[in-house]
């Protein structure tokens, strides 16, 4: 569930789009590959991505969604030697992409000792959703995703309800709130309820977000220096790059300290 694009043939690079603004230099619809990708299906300014505007580069992350769909699905069939291939490799790259990332949210909600009482069904959606990814390309671009979604989320709100239950006292429960620009500087957040949340240039610094849940909650420019992510619940190598730190910030032993912080 990690990328790996040495494997890959460049697809979040020419299936997804993107608008030219903070994140992206230019515009570029679906299916056009990037004016950077080189022939070999790697980036011609991978190290200068963030100066040359092209951050938003830089945060995405495929959970090996990418490597899963070029050698597995396809073979090892590239779009540019096999052009037929192209459109349906496009349409299957953003569902095996949501497919593994609900593959890491369960992986890590079973290393969660409090979950005891779902793992048995977290297991089954696991390996049902890891079948799922081994489905032939017609069968991928006809699966209603959203549909496997609402049945993951089910036991991943469990997971969170059993887990942030650990944690003494009143919890905050700030789902999908407008956070943005939020002065949060030292605040205690164990086991908040932060799912979905808009933390975009929120000062978090040295907050405590020890077992809070992070699942889709927006961390562009959030301010995460000092800040203590350990046992966090739901975060992502994506949310962490879109977000700002230092080397005093505690992470995670599963994810990875940016490289631009």
């Known amino acids: 569930m990690r990328s790996d694009c040495g494997s890959c043939f460049g697809l ?34 991978h190290r200068e991505l963030r100066p040359r505007g092209f951050t938003g580069c830089t945060v995405f ?23 037929d291939t192209a459109r349906q490799m496009f349409d299957v790259f953003p569902v095996m992409r949501q497919l593994h990332e609900l ?6 909600a079973l290393t969660r000792p409090a979950a005891h009482p779902v793992h048995t069904r977290l297991r089954a959606a696991l390996e049902k959703t890891e079948r799922l990814t081994r489905g032939a390309a ?13 049945e993951v989320n089910t036991l991943l709100l469990r997971t969170s309800e059993l887990v942030r239950a650990e944690v003494r006292g009143r919890k905050k429960e700030r789902r999908g709130a407008d956070l ?27 907050a405590d977000l020890r077992t809070a849940d992070l699942i889709g909650a927006d961390l562009r420019a959030a301010d995460l220096a000092g800040a203590d992510l350990t046992g966090a619940l739901f975060l992502t190598q994506s949310q962490l790059n879109a977000a700002k730190g230092d080397a005093a910030t505690e992470l995670p032993r599963t994810l990875t300290r940016p490289a631009h912080w």
């Open 61 to 83: 992350d495929c959970f090996g969604a990418g490597q899963k769909v070029s050698q597995v699905t396809f073979g090892g069939r590239d779009w540019r030697n096999a052009p």
């Open 138 to 150: 017609e069968e991928l671009a006809e699966l209603d995703v959203a549909a496997h979604r609402g």
């Open 12 to 45: 979040c690079c020419v299936a997804l789009p993107f608008a030219a603004s903070a994140d992206f230099a230019i515009d570029k619809d679906a299916g056009r590959p990037c004016p950077n990708l080189e022939a070999d299906f790697r980036c011609g300014i």
């Open 103 to 108: 593959l890491w949210y369960l992986a890590e």
């Open 180 to 206: 943005m620009g939020a002065r949060l500087k030292g605040a205690d957040l164990r086991g908040a309820n932060l799912r979905g949340a808009y933390l975009i240039a929120a000062d978090l610094r040295g």
